[in-house]
């Protein structure tokens, strides 16, 4: 009887679990086309059963929930979209939903600035996210805030870690990635893995900013073609890409191919001339649905001319748009300054999935060169137009009195002709007095690359864990040298040092001609090995992971010159320079329930010195920085995240340490020791970054969102480094700081100044609309302050108070009145207002969209960010200069476009 009863009511609850089984069914399209999408990850709140759309976008889910429950549907690459579902026993079919992809219309709206670009002179230069992802905040940060110069949490690019296929593309010599090295493949790009901050990678340990992973596999694209143009007045003015993407035709094979030209006379800045084309392709061959191998070839060309930050004396005379660096010739504009990149990428990679089992390898090459050219010249008047002494500013600083009448004629001479005429360059060089040789010449400093890399990745999932290893390999040579343009005219070039009238390379010929290679010659060699291991723990409501890696990283100098400055010091090959790190990161997250989790991430990664930061000068010789070490950074975040029906939004704080970091600057500069071109070596830089971020996003109707985005951060020095100075001994002996070539300053007082990281806070208020008829218009007022000039360290240490003539302390001068007269200079708060829309048609199976983009819409003046210029490093100099009001060595500053606008057109089928 007991056995019955048992049976009766174990039928009974079946019975009433199955009455309460809901079937949810529906179809996913992608909002910006209208075609469906597969491959959507379909679950109801936290249910563990989870379903995938099918190739037509139709997913089927079962749940027992009852009442109020949220449908939650994800894929990568496209924003989380969320459906309020009311669940009382009936089947639902949920109307047709539309998916958004994070990559456009966002990624076209990205300006390119000159300062958004490294530079070896200044070290200004980074590039935030290219994609951003589903999070709104550094959706934001990247089309924003980076119109600014905005750096998420104040880090360099080279914290940002960035995979190609797998393949490490950071570069060994400056630590960043060259996005232009698959610049205008937008396409084929779009695939992107992004981890931010600390948390755990599927690729790479990362870096103290994250990682992104772009696959370019054609399985992972858009099938079909689709045909884009685009005009601008900003980097370029037009713009056109063609991209195919063909699939399995059931012999295993697929293949990708994407094309782009990129163009303009003149960009939004006067004389930066625009000229790019890039070329991709791609062809997979897959077997025994666990196999694949993927062959892509990568080739981009970028030409485009400099622009240069400008001081504020200059600002009052030229204006925001005005660029030193060209000047005109027969009539037509030449800039001096060009920047062309072009190293093709070859990649190799095997793929076997099997399960819960993923191994990949791969082998890669990169090559090409890269360059930077520039106006030279030798015992002649300096053709720059802003060069100190054209300007106002030298005759009211005059010794004796100032000069009113002589800084007017000035200042009308360059209003009159504020560029340099290459025809006066041409002339010049023809004077009989020169017997042929060059006062003016027009140079490149030249990297050829040959770039060696290879890796192998696996990992394995044994139920709640994941075990996941890799190492990449790579090896580089890059030869630096400087070659020979044009020669404007004059036959030939001596290459012998203006400075101390030596030669450069004893063993060549002095007389150089156009081609050839002069002023410095040399390779640095690269290793560098990093395997990884990841351990990963997941439940529905809690996850952990554990990363660590172990690196090493070889370098050394082989000199082409024997310079007579250093003739037992600069040809051959150098001392081989080992530096072993290691790093470990952590973080588990905790889910409170399913619209609210916390996770808490903390990191501990060496990193070994860049050379630029290993070696005094390796254009002469093989010295290396004095106690040349490791890197050592240390970082902390805890993160709170919402997604709810309405809410989606994240809340962080982050706290973060870079110990150990050298720095190596090259300039001219008068200071308390004598007057000479110097090598600035700076050693223990330690930088302290905190701070919050915060991105919300609410539905306030249907298809009406706003969204708040801030970001709060302090961003300093913490702690005195230490500096050095170096400079050649070759000169007369009058002229010579000393005739040791070297001098220890001690510390500098850099404790509490601020980092030069763009703004330190920034916040933006969005409001967007997207109509169900395929249209949309968003509006972000933005607003970003606390961003500071970069400083020169050498004005900050005890020789700044030295009298050169005396050596002794300059009357009047203390700690106290340097500390005054040296207060770090803030860039101005910035107002801006972005207007962003686009419009989608389906025409059978040809599908249009349309977008527009328009920046600073109130055409607000603004500078992005400066430097100290480090000329004037005593105290006398210092105050001569300043003292009037109007520096001749003033501040410079980079100042962002004005109105600005993008439009872009495409067509796919």
């Known amino acids: 009887m007991r056995g019955i009863v048992l049976l009766i009511f174990v039928v009974s609850c079946c019975a009433i679990t199955h009455g309460q089984s809901v079937t949810v069914t529906g179809t996913v399209y992608d909002r910006e086309n209208g075609l469906p999408l597969n491959g959507v990850v379909v679950q109801v709140d936290t249910d563990s059963a989870r379903v995938i759309t099918d190739p037509s ?124 090295l698959w610049g205008g493949l937008n396409d084929v790009t779009r695939n992107q893995d992004i981890s931010y901050g600390l948390g755990a990678s599927e690729h790479t340990p990362g870096g103290m900013l994250g990682s992104v992973h772009i696959d370019t596999a054609p399985g992972g694209l858009r099938m079909g073609s689709r045909i884009t143009g685009s005009l601008s007045n900003r980097s370029y003015a037009g713009r056109f890409m063609l991209t195919h993407v063909g699939g399995d035709t059931g012999d295993g094979f697929s293949y990708a191919f994407s094309a782009s030209r990129r163009w303009a006379g003149q960009g939004y800045t006067e ?91 791969g082998l890669g090459y990169q090559w090409g060169e890269r360059s930077d050219s520039r106006l030279g010249y030798y015992n002649a008047p300096n053709p720059d137009p802003t060069y100190y002494r054209y300007l106002p500013s030298y005759y009211l600083n005059s010794p004796a009195s100032p000069n009113l009448l002589s800084a007017a004629q000035a200042a009308k001479a360059f209003s009159a002709s504020p560029q340099f005429l290459w025809e ?172 609210h989790w916390l996770d808490l991430n903390a990191a501990g990664f060496q990193k070994a010195p860049l050379p630029q930061n290993t070696y005094v000068n390796p254009r002469d010789h093989h010295l290396v920085v004095p106690g040349a070490a490791v890197e050592e950074n240390k970082g902390v975040e805890i993160n709170y995240h919402l997604r709810s029906p309405s809410w989606m939004g994240r809340l962080t704080a982050y706290y973060t340490r870079f110990r150990n970091r050298s720095d190596v600057n090259f300039f001219y500069a008068d200071t308390g020791l004598g007057s000479d071109f110097i090598q600035e070596v700076i050693t223990g830089i330690d930088y302290l970054h905190k701070g919050l971020e915060l991105g919300l996003e609410h539905e306030i109707v249907a298809d009406v969102t706003l969204s708040v985005v801030g970001a709060l951060g302090d961003f300093r020095y913490s702690r005195d480094p230490e500096v050095y100075l170096f400079f050649d001994t070759s000169g007369k002996q009058e002229e010579l700081i000393n005739t040791d070539g070297s001098a220890y300053l001690g510390y500098a007082g850099l404790q509490d100044y601020h980092r030069a990281s763009g703004p330190q806070s920034a916040f933006s208020l969005g409001l967007h609309y997207r109509d169900p008829d395929f249209w949309w218009v968003a509006v972000n007022a933005n607003y970003l302050a606390g961003a500071y000039a970069s400083i020169t360290t050498l004005a900050r240490t005890r020789q700044f108070l030295l009298d050169p003539d005396t050596g002794l302390p300059h009357p009047g001068a203390n700690d106290a009145v340097a500390a005054g007269l040296l207060k770090q200079e803030p860039v101005p708060d910035i107002y801006l207002l972005n207007i962003t829309g686009g419009r989608s048609w389906r025409f059978k199976q040809y599908y249009l969209s349309f977008f527009m983009s328009l920046s600073n819409l109130f055409d607000r003046v603004y500078a992005t960010g400066g430097y100290e210029q480090g000329r004037n490093a005593n105290y006398g100099q210092w105050l001569k200069d300043h003292i009037g009001g109007n520096p001749s060595f003033g501040t410079k500053f980079w100042y962002g476009r004005g109105r600005n606008f993008f439009l872009n057109l495409a067509v796919s089928f």
């Open 57 to 180: 976008g139709h997913f089927e889910i079962r749940t027992g929930k009852a009442g109020k429950a949220l449908l939650k549907l994800e894929k990568e690459a496209y924003r989380m979209h969320q459906v309020q579902l009311e669940l009382k026993g009936k089947d639902i079919p949920v109307r047709d939903i539309f998916m958004t992809y994070s990559g456009t219309p966002w990624e076209v709206s990205l300006p390119l600035q000159e300062n958004e670009l490294y530079d070896e002179e200044s070290g200004w230069g980074d590039r935030v996210l290219l994609q951003a992802g589903r999070d709104i905040y550094l959706n934001r940060a990247a089309f924003d805030f980076g119109q600014v110069y905005f750096r998420l949490r104040g880090y360099d690019a080279a914290e940002n870690e960035v995979l190609l296929n797998g393949f490490p593309m950071n570069s060994l010599l400056s630590g960043r990635a060259e996005w232009g």
């Open 271 to 361: 004389g930066t001339s625009y000229d790019a084309y890039s070329l991709f392709s791609s062809l997979a061959y897959r077997w025994a649905n666990v196999h694949r191998l993927l062959l892509s070839l990568t080739r981009a060309y970028n030409r485009r001319g400099r622009s240069a930050a400008i001081t504020s004396e200059v600002f009052e005379l030229a204006g925001r748009d005005y660029n030193p660096y060209w000047g005109w010739q027969e009539g037509k504009v030449r800039n001096a300054r060009q920047r062309i990149l072009k190293e093709p990428l070859f990649q190799l990679q095997y793929r076997i999935e099997k399960g819960k089992f993923q191994l990949l390898a």
């Open 424 to 595: 006066s360059l041409y002339t010049a060089n023809q004077n009989p007095l020169l017997n042929g040789n060059a006062a003016y010449l027009l140079s490149a400093d030249r990297v050829h690359t040959r770039l060696g890399s290879a890796y192998i990745r696996g990992d394995v999932g044994l139920q709640n864990f994941r075990f996941s290893w890799g190492i990449p390999i790579q090896n580089l040579q890059a030869r630096h040298s400087a070659r020979l343009l044009d020669l404007l005219g004059s036959d030939h070039h001596l290459d012998i040092d203006p400075f101390s009238e030596t030669r450069n390379d004893l063993q060549g010929e002095a007389r150089k001609t156009e081609g050839d290679i002069f002023g410095y010659d040399y390779s640095i060699l690269v290793k560098r090995y990093r395997p990884y291991l990841q351990l990963e723990y997941r439940k529905a409501d809690m996850s952990a992971f554990i990363t660590g890696y172990y690196e090493l990283t070889q370098m050394q100098r082989e000199g082409h010159f024997v310079n007579e400055r250093y003739p037992d010091n600069s040809a051959g090959i150098g001392e081989k320079l080992r530096f072993p790190a290691t790093g470990v990161k952590a973080g588990i997250r905790y889910g409170i329930n399913g619209r």
